[in-house]
């Protein structure tokens, strides 16, 4: 696995993850009956198929449809039409701004996107009207040798977990991959770069018009107000960083195809399963899924459970939260902390509370009994999940692999 230079690597990632002609022809060929059904419309084919930055494997091609402005309140009844025009098809209406249509046919998935025809990136009336110029500035600025690189980034991120904007990840788009390469020339280069990378960290190609706040500013040349890597969670980041650097000492192909890793609990891991019964978008699923994560972080350690980690991933149709806490069972009974002796609500402590003494730095303390002292009952509790679910838990006792290894793991294996 360690055996690679670092140009002997990238050629073998390359002949496993670019695509060849027939690759390319055989989904043409699937797109061309979908297209012929919107021949009358005004669309191009965009994303990492049009740019030239797709991998081997991926199946999705992005197709979008213009409308003139006064059309933006309509996208309803366009997805509608296209609905219609689709009929022998699998089709899903989803959700990002504005409604689109997603069509698969056993081998593609095609996303029909609405959006409104505008004159530059800066003018937009809807997130999506600025992919055009999105692909015109990625086709201007990217040799084919520089796209092959770009495709070596996006499996190298996919490798170390992050790659993709979505709430899921939050880590780098292939949008961010490519303006990466564009600033500074190469996949070798990227990574020699961000090895230094402390937040803030911002990455210019045109000169920003606003401040952002976000651990990575990544301007976009298109419409120099917006950071579009403003989904990039500092852990992506730093994951991608320290990544880099051990890559850099020592090229290996763990960083692009990780091995499948053991691990065993440490402590107590209760493992929390979610079955989810209604069709909703990702984001608005794992946005859920966030701040359930959070409120379970806070509500277990304000019920005095000590946690070492709550994490999520996806097992087939189901999302499991693992929840690793240093111990399952705590007292009935825990001192709760009060003012000072001389304070002003000294008394009033008193009086509210039985068993009450002064401790050895001054301050009055009271036995209180816990409201729970089971942390299924506080996680059950938590969970913020609105759409329609089921919620299942068991308190994992033996090593495991996959995801549920990697998460009692800790370590990824690239880095160890």
Same mark, same amino acid.
């Given at each position: 696995?360690?055996?690679?230079?670092?140009?002997?690597?990238?050629?073998?990632?390359?002949?496993?993850?670019?695509p060849?002609?027939?690759?390319?022809?055989?989904?043409?060929?699937?797109?061309?009956?979908?297209?012929?059904?919107?021949?009358?419309?005004?669309?191009?084919?965009?994303?990492?198929?049009?740019?030239?930055?797709?991998?081997?494997?991926?199946?999705?091609?992005?197709?979008?449809?213009?409308?003139?402005?006064?059309?933006?309140?309509?996208?309803?009844?366009?997805?509608?039409?296209?609905?219609?025009r689709m009929?022998?098809?699998?089709?899903e209406?989803? =959700?990002?701004?504005?409604? =689109?249509?997603?069509?698969k046919d056993?081998?593609?998935?095609?996303?029909?996107?609405?959006?409104i025809?505008?004159?530059?990136?800066?003018?937009?009336?809807?997130?999506?009207?600025?992919?055009?110029?999105?692909?015109?500035?990625?086709?201007?600025?990217?040799?084919?040798?520089?796209?092959?690189?770009? +495709?070596?980034?996006?499996?190298?991120?996919?490798?170390?977990?992050? =790659?993709?904007a979505?709430?899921?990840?939050?880590?780098?788009?292939? =949008?961010?991959c490519?303006?990466?390469?564009?600033?500074?020339?190469?996949?070798?280069?990227?990574?020699?770069q961000?090895?230094?990378?402390?937040?803030?960290?911002?990455?210019?190609?045109?000169?920003?018009?606003?401040?952002?706040?976000?651990?990575?500013?990544?301007?976009?040349?298109?419409?120099?107000?917006?950071?579009?890597?403003?989904?990039?969670?500092?852990?992506?980041?730093?994951?991608?960083?320290?990544?880099?650097?051990?890559?850099?000492m020592?090229?290996?192909?763990?960083?692009?195809?990780? +091995?499948?890793?053991?691990?065993?609990?440490?402590?107590?891991?209760?493992?929390?399963?979610?079955?989810?019964?209604?069709?909703?978008s990702?984001?608005?699923?794992?946005?859920?899924?966030?701040k359930?994560i959070?409120?379970?972080?806070?509500?277990?350690?304000?019920?005095?459970?000590?946690?070492i980690?709550?994490?999520?991933?996806?097992?087939?149709?189901?999302?499991?939260?693992?929840?690793?806490?240093?111990?399952?069972?705590?007292?009935?009974?825990?001192?709760?902390?009060?003012?000072?002796?001389?304070m002003?609500?000294?008394?009033?402590?008193?009086?509210?509370?039985?068993?009450?003494?002064?401790?050895?730095?001054?301050?009055?303390?009271?036995?209180?009994?816990?409201?729970?002292?089971?942390?299924?009952?506080v996680?059950?509790?938590s969970?913020?999940?609105?759409?329609?679910?089921?919620?299942?838990?068991?308190?994992?006792?033996?090593?495991?692999?996959?995801r549920?290894?990697?998460?009692?793991?800790?370590?990824?294996?690239?880095?160890?």
């Amino acid at each position: 696995m360690n055996n690679y230079t670092l140009s002997e690597l990238k050629d073998e990632v390359l002949r496993r993850i670019k695509p060849n002609k027939e690759d390319e022809e055989n989904i043409k060929s699937h797109l061309s009956p979908i297209l012929e059904r919107i021949k009358d419309m005004d669309f191009q084919v965009q994303g990492s198929f049009a740019k030239g930055t797709w991998l081997r494997g991926s199946s999705d091609v992005d197709v979008f449809i213009f409308f003139d402005r006064n059309m933006k309140d309509k996208m309803e009844e366009i997805v509608m039409d296209l609905e219609s025009r689709m009929i022998g098809y699998s089709t899903e209406k989803a =959700y990002a701004e504005h409604p =689109y249509l997603i069509v698969k046919d056993g081998l593609i998935e095609v996303d029909l996107v609405p959006a409104i025809k505008v004159e530059n990136g800066s003018s937009i009336v809807t997130a999506v009207d600025r992919t055009p110029f999105h692909t015109n500035f990625v086709n201007s600025h990217l040799t084919e040798e520089q796209k092959d690189d770009v +495709r070596v980034l996006k499996q190298f991120m996919k490798g170390i977990g992050v =790659y993709g904007a979505e709430i899921k990840v939050m880590g780098f788009s292939g =949008y961010i991959c490519e303006l990466l390469v564009i600033k500074y020339g190469s996949f070798e280069e990227v990574l020699r770069q961000a090895s230094s990378w402390r937040p803030q960290v911002k990455v210019e190609i045109e000169k920003g018009e606003k401040k952002f706040e976000d651990p990575l500013v990544v301007i976009d040349p298109v419409d120099p107000k917006r950071n579009a890597a403003a989904a990039v969670s500092l852990k992506s980041l730093g994951t991608f960083s320290l990544a880099s650097r051990t890559f850099l000492m020592n090229p290996s192909m763990e960083y692009f195809f990780p +091995r499948e890793v053991e691990g065993k609990p440490l402590g107590d891991v209760l493992l929390v399963e979610i079955n989810v019964k209604e069709k909703v978008s990702s984001d608005i699923l794992w946005g859920q899924v966030s701040k359930s994560i959070e409120r379970i972080r806070k509500e277990l350690s304000t019920n005095g459970f000590r946690v070492i980690d709550v994490q999520a991933w996806e097992e087939g149709e189901r999302i499991v939260i693992g929840i690793q806490l240093q111990e399952r069972n705590i007292g009935e009974f825990y001192p709760q902390q009060g003012p000072f002796f001389y304070m002003n609500g000294a008394e009033d402590f008193v009086k509210e509370n039985e068993n009450v003494w002064i401790g050895e730095d001054g301050r009055l303390y009271a036995i209180k009994r816990r409201k729970f002292t089971s942390p299924e009952e506080v996680v059950s509790r938590s969970i913020t999940i609105k759409v329609e679910h089921e919620v299942s838990t068991r308190w994992e006792k033996e090593a495991k692999k996959g995801r549920e290894g990697a998460f009692m793991r800790k370590t990824p294996p690239w880095l160890k």
